[in-house]
């Protein structure tokens, strides 16, 4: 990755054709008013590239840090929260997961519909498929092809 540089050398007070903004003293013991077209130590376009990037430092830091803490929305499911959900989706349905999820601590309707609809839903066959349906498989793809 290459290093940031400004867009230009020249100091932006030159840009803008201005005196520098603030008395720069030369050395100790100089006379602030004599030293006022002195030049700045750093000009802004170096001093805003400067800021930018202890910005995007501290963005990438912070980005680690959020990441490493432990998001209580991402954890395996317990026994409990399956029963929970099997139980609530037998009273309100399959269409209320915001409400479903209300009773279930650090989990979204998204999370309990994805576990419903993927691992509880006694619907789903989780068994090996037969020759049967290999064959129809096969043949629907010969009739139709990689749709």
């Not at 100790?28 to 030049?39: F, I």
């Not at 700045?40 to 910005?55: C, K, R, S, V």
């Not at 989706?89 to 998204?110: D, F, M, N, P, Y």
């Amino acid at each position: 990755m290459q290093p940031l540089t400004p867009p230009s050398s020249k100091p932006i007070s030159e840009l803008l054709q201005l005196g520098p903004l603030v008395p720069v003293p030369t050395g100790p013991g100089s006379d602030t008013a004599s030293d006022a077209t002195a030049p700045l130590p750093m000009d802004l376009p170096t001093l805003a590239f400067a800021a930018a990037a202890e910005d995007a430092a501290a963005a990438a830091e912070a980005a680690a840090e959020l990441a490493s803490k432990e998001d209580p929305r991402n954890r395996p499911w317990a026994d409990e929260e399956d029963a929970t959900v099997k139980l609530l989706v037998e009273t309100h349905g399959t269409k209320c997961w915001s409400l479903i999820a209300a009773s279930l601590t650090g989990r979204t309707g998204k999370q309990c519909r994805e576990r419903w609809h993927n691992q509880l839903d006694p619907a789903i066959k989780k068994d090996h498929w037969t020759a049967e349906e290999d064959r129809t498989l096969l043949d629907a793809h010969r009739t139709l092809g990689n749709r």
